[in-house]
Structures are given as structure tokens and as C-alpha cells.
């Protein structure tokens, strides 16, 4: 099977404080969840592949960021080393999700066909400029299509099928 897929959840981009803590940057859906007292992450350098499983002792959200206390560390020059480095959990731990709800990487790559069946085009990216979020579908021809993700429009998601059922509006193509 090899290696299981991790997760991105975040990233540590700066030390904070003197007593250990660091800042991150969440990557999650589940803040929350990953970064609770308790927490078990694997922490690691994106460069040499380094890794380190650490716990969360404790976590408060500052602006966009999350500043966590991991176990054992207490001082800056422990977590010093740390700055750029990628907090993931593996795959099997991963949130389950509502009726409806889908992981980005479920999303792209995915065919897209109109409810008549015809091929529109392959979600290359998900936008989330706002109230809904926004799929991006690279077509065979002509521009891409940007495809706002109601229940108007997304008729059905068949992850398994990595197929995407659409309505097409007026105005969409």
C-alpha cells in the first residue's frame, strides 16, 4: 500500500513569544478539531522530509493565525528550527464530512457533465471568494468556466465516480 497520504492542516510560520510557542498559519476546515489541547500532529521540514510527531498542550486563534503550545517545547530556541515546517495528520484521521460536503482534492480533477450527459470539462481549481465557493472547470475548448457551487447548479458529486453532475444556467457557458 506504502506510504498513507497526510493532510495539510497547517503551516508554522514564526515563533512566538519566548516560552516555545509557535504561530501557524491554519490549512483546515477544522481548526478546532486539529489544533485542540491534545491533538496529535506530524510536523514536517517540506525540504529534507523530517518529521516529528508532537501534541498539542494548547491553541488560541490570533487574527488569521492559530498560536500553539506544543508538549515538550519551552523555549524559543527549541521551536526556532521549526519555522517553515508543515503540520499534517495522516489520511485515516481525516474530519468525516456532512451529506453534501466534499474535500478539495476530492473536487479537482473531476469530470463535469452537464444533466443531459454531455462533457463540459475537468474541475482544475476551487475559488472561495465568498458566500459559495467557486469550481473552476478547464474545458476541451474556449474559457473556463467558473461554476458556482449551489444546489442549483451541482445536481449530484460521485467522489467514487470522480464525476460531477451539473445544471447549467443561463448565462453560466
Known amino acids: 500500500m506504502g506510504e498513507e497520504r497526510l493532510l495539510n492542516v497547517g503551516k508554522i510560520v514564526n515563533t512566538h513569544g519566548i516560552r516555545g510557542e509557535v504561530k501557524v498559519w491554519p490549512q483546515t476546515d477544522f481548526p478546532d478539531v486539529r489544533f485542540k489541547p491534545g491533538s496529535r500532529l506530524k510536523m514536517i521540514n517540506p525540504e529534507t522530509g523530517a518529521d516529528e510527531t508532537i501534541e498539542i498542550l494548547a491553541s488560541r486563534e490570533q487574527k488569521t493565525m492559530y ?6 517545547f519551552d523555549d524559543i530556541n527549541q521551536v526556532e ?24 482534492r476530492d473536487i479537482v ?23 459559495n465557493d467557486v469550481w473552476v472547470v478547464k474545458r476541451p475548448k474556449g474559457k473556463e468556466l467558473l461554476l458556482p457551487v449551489i444546489d442549483d447548479v451541482v445536481l449530484n458529486v460521485d467522489v467514487a465516480a470522480r464525476t460531477v453532475k451539473v445544471h447549467l444556467m443561463e448565462g453560466l457557458l
Open 109 to 131: 480533477g473531476c469530470s463535469v457533465v452537464s444533466e443531459d450527459g454531455e462533457e463540459i470539462g475537468v474541475v482544475v481549481d476551487i475559488l472561495t471568494p465568498g458566500a
Open 67 to 72: 498560536v500553539l503550545k506544543i508538549k515538550g
Open 81 to 104: 528550527k521549526y519555522k517553515g515546517w508543515e503540520l499534517k495528520v495522516s489520511e485515516s484521521e481525516r474530519v468525516p464530512l456532512d451529506e453534501g460536503e466534499y474535500y478539495v
